[in-house]
Structure formats: C-alpha cells, structure tokens
T-cell receptor, first 112, second 118 residues
C-alpha cells in the first residue's frame, strides 16, 4: 500500500525557535513535493525534491530528501508568525499512476 | 498564465440538488486532477485525467459523482443528487508530464470550490 505519513500533525512554536517536520513514505520514490496551505486558501508549491540527497532552501525553510530512508524533512529556522500554515508533503510513486499521494499535513502555529 | 481557474468559488445547495463544479487547467498541461478536502479525511484524490481521458477514478466516492473533460481546457465534476456529507472544498489541479515513465511534474492547484449541502 502506498502511504505517506507526516509528523507531527500539529506543531505550536515560539517565534525564533527551530523545528523539523518529518515525512515518511512506504515504498521507493525519488520525487517528493512540499506544499503550503494557508487557512481557507489553496495549496502552494514550495519545493520539489528530485533525487537522493536533494536539498532545497527558501528563506527560513529547508527541505531535504533521503530516498534510502524514505524520509523527507522540512526544517524551519528561527520561525516567524508568517510561517503559520499547514504544510503537506506529497510523494510521486511513479509507474503508471501519474498522481501524488499526500500526507495528512502538519498544522504549524508560530506564536510571538 | 492565470493559473488553474475554478468556478464557482462558493456553492450552497440543498440536499438532492445537482451540483456542477468547473475547472480550467493551465494551458499546455496534460494532466488534470480533482481532489476533495475535509477536516476529517484530509486531501483525497477523486479522479484524474491524462490528455482528456480518465485514468483513475477509484477515488470517486460513489455513483452520484461523475467527472468529464470534453477538451484540454475544461473539466467538470458533477454530484447528483447531492448530500450533506458531500460538503467539502473541491480542488482542481493540473500538471505536465515529466517523462515517458508516467511521473508528473508539480501539480498546480486552483483556488477551490467550497461546497455546502444543506
């Protein structure tokens, strides 16, 4: 079964702190996506990770992919309130499916 | 490009009525996806099309749901008859194929249609 699991599902952080969101998936893939969703809004693409060891950074967010461990991380550095949102990882398991399997999302709340 | 366009943005209807949601994908994209998002079940893939042909509709909840893509620039998701449990946000997304193995590029999501069935 193709599964994508995120943890934690809820995260409350203080501004200025660092934290990591984890995304595990069940079987081989070398293509993983991170999306952000603000309340009441659509999903916005953040990162596309294409191979083992891939690392992408944008501002205070850094995403990495370890295909051997079937694990991606989204690291938040010195959190600010504007980062409050729900973050989803999604895995492309390839083959003939042509679709992504999404995790349940991590709802991040950054408090002053 | 204007991105993925969905209409209506909000729909309130009564149980038993027919509901039609519309989507215009990004020009040139050959994959189109319909998702449903609820608090309880999260983001669920309902159906997706490749070059206007339905590829996988295993996520469609039941026969009350149907989807069509008559051309490359338009798709509809229809619910008939609607029920209160269909209340959700319905997203349409589109993407372009990466390579012949079938994997797709980044999916770009529309703004969603918030459906409320009373």
């Amino acid at each position: 079964e193709l599964k994508v699991e995120q943890n934690p599902l809820f995260l409350s952080m203080q501004e200025g702190k660092n934290y990591t969101i984890y995304c595990n998936y069940s079987t081989t893939s070398d293509r993983l996506y991170w999306y952000r969703q603000d309340p009441g809004k659509s999903l916005e693409s953040l990162f596309v990770l294409l191979s083992n060891g891939a690392v992408k950074q944008e501002g205070r967010l850094m995403a990495s992919l370890d295909t051997k461990a079937r694990l991606s991380t989204l690291h938040i550095t010195a959190a600010v309130h504007d980062l409050s949102a729900t973050y989803f990882c999604a895995v492309d398991f390839g083959g003939s499916q042509g679709n992504l399997i999404f995790g349940k999302g991590t709802k991040l709340s950054v408090k002053p | 490009d204007a991105g993925v366009i969905q209409s209506p943005r909000h729909e309130v209807t009564e149980m038993g009525q027919e509901v039609t949601l519309r989507c215009k994908p990004i020009s040139g994209h050959d994959y189109l996806f319909w998702y449903r998002q609820t608090m309880m079940r999260g983001l669920e893939l309902l159906i997706y099309f490749n070059n206007n042909v339905p590829i996988d509709d295993s996520g469609m909840p039941e026969d009350r749901f149907s989807a069509k893509m008559p051309n490359a620039s338009f798709s509809t998701l229809k619910i008939q008859p609607s029920e209160p449990r269909d209340s959700a946000v319905y997203f349409c997304a589109s993407s372009s194929i990466r390579d012949p193995t079938g994997s797709t590029d980044t999916q770009y999501f529309g703004p969603g249609t918030r459906l409320t069935v009373l």
